[in-house]
């Protein structure tokens, strides 16, 4: 299973730091990253972080928001600086497996008022 921690309610321009950690006998995970969905919208990427280490970032994230991991604790974190409202939503972990699985965290929100 994946357990997020970390969300909570943080004035604009603040920062929040999301932990997951895949526990429970995962096999070798390949990419981990965090979604979000706010409400009345799709679930979206905010960034993933593959196995060798690459990262992909949504372009509203790019420069505030940092994904790093610990393949050998299989965590991921996302550290998410200057928050804007917009960011407001509730985020998920995810997990694909090297065979293609994919797992999702319970999710954690994030609220940022302004």
């Known amino acids: 299973q994946l357990q997020a921690s970390g969300g909570g309610l943080v004035q604009a321009g603040g920062s929040l730091r999301l932990s997951c950690t895949a526990s429970?006998?995962?096999?070798?995970?390949?990419?981990m990253g965090w979604y979000r969905q706010a409400p009345g919208k799709q679930r979206e990427l905010v960034a993933t972080?593959?196995?060798?280490?690459?990262?992909n970032y949504a372009d509203s994230v790019k420069g505030r928001f940092t994904i790093s991991r610990d393949g050998a604790k299989n965590t991921v974190d996302l550290q998410m600086n200057s928050l804007r409202p917009e960011d407001t939503a509730v985020y998920y972990c995810?997990?694909?497996?090297?065979?293609?699985?994919?797992?999702w965290g319970q999710g954690t929100l994030v609220t940022v008022s302004s």
């Open positions: 995810n997990a694909i497996t090297v065979i293609g699985r994919s797992f």
């Open positions: 429970g006998g995962f096999f070798a995970i390949n990419v």
């Open positions: 972080i593959a196995l060798g280490g690459n990262t």
